[in-house]
């Protein structure tokens, strides 16, 4: 069982359409990761949240927008995909401290563009 | 920057033999290293750490140890199992706070009976 939730764990959707990933977590973890996984490779790093601020974009396309209502929780907010947006996509989270703590995944989001 | 290099996979085995995924990285400062799993269908799972030189990780039979000299991060185990059969990442972080992760490229483990 993992402490990351992810939904929904399949979609589907055109490339006109509007769509949300969510992501919860009750560790009281205070930093939140979105990660894009094309089959056979590692997972790309996306967006980081700090203390519900985003503190990190790795030069995402705007048709990918975060969200972090709170603490526990982090939407990525889809709209006019390409086919080649087609992924897996994760959501991590870790404690904030002096030394790199490990991060804990969700299961994630399996995503097909039409 | 940060990288990390893993042996190329896949690499199969018969149940019961004995396994290493050769790790070796390239980073500034004493960063923390890691070994992830993701078996099919699902995330990323922690298997095991280490955060300064000399120390050993181990989890679930599985074991690295942090080689500074040789910047190196093997994992090894002794017997593997058919449930063993998954995908793992060698990764690195070298910041505290909220951390950009290197991974490696993965190695992909199967595992006959």
Same mark, same amino acid.
């Given at each position: ?8 764990? #399949? ?11 969510? =992501? /919860?977590?009750?560790?009281? #973890? ?21 203390? %519900?601020?985003?503190?990190?974009? %790795? ?8 969200? =972090? ?7 990525? #907010? ?12 994760? =959501? ?11 991060? #804990? ?10 | ?14 149940? %019961? ?5 050769? =790790? ?17 269908? /699902? ?17 679930? !039979? ?6 500074? /000299? ?25 910041? !505290? ?17």
């Amino acid at each position: 069982d993992t402490e990351v939730t992810q939904t929904p764990k #399949h979609l589907v959707m055109g490339m006109t359409n509007k769509k949300s990933l969510k =992501c /919860e977590q009750h560790m009281g #973890h205070r930093a939140m990761y979105w990660y894009k996984q094309k089959a056979k490779k590692p997972p790309e790093l996306m967006f980081v949240y700090s203390y %519900e601020k985003l503190s990190i974009n %790795e030069s995402v396309p705007s048709r990918f927008s975060p969200e =972090c209502p709170n603490s526990s929780l982090l939407n990525l #907010h889809l709209h006019a995909l390409q086919p080649e947006d087609s992924a897996l996509y994760l =959501c991590a989270s870790s404690q904030e401290g002096g030394l790199p703590e490990p991060q #804990h995944f969700g299961d994630g989001t399996r995503l097909s563009i039409l | 920057g940060d990288s990390v290099t893993q042996m190329e996979g896949p690499v199969t085995l018969s149940e %019961e033999a004995f396994l290493t995924i050769n =790790c070796t990285y390239t980073a500034t400062g004493y960063p923390s290293l890691f070994w992830y799993v993701q078996y099919p269908g /699902e995330g990323l799972q922690l298997l095991l750490k280490a955060t300064k030189a000399d120390d050993k990780g181990s989890n679930k !039979g599985f074991e690295a140890t942090y080689r500074k /000299e040789t910047t190196s991060f093997h994992l090894e185990k002794g017997s593997v199992q058919v449930s063993d059969s998954a995908v793992y990442f060698c990764a690195l972080s070298s910041s !505290g706070g909220y951390q950009k992760v290197t991974f490696g490229t993965g190695t992909k483990l199967q595992v006959i009976p």
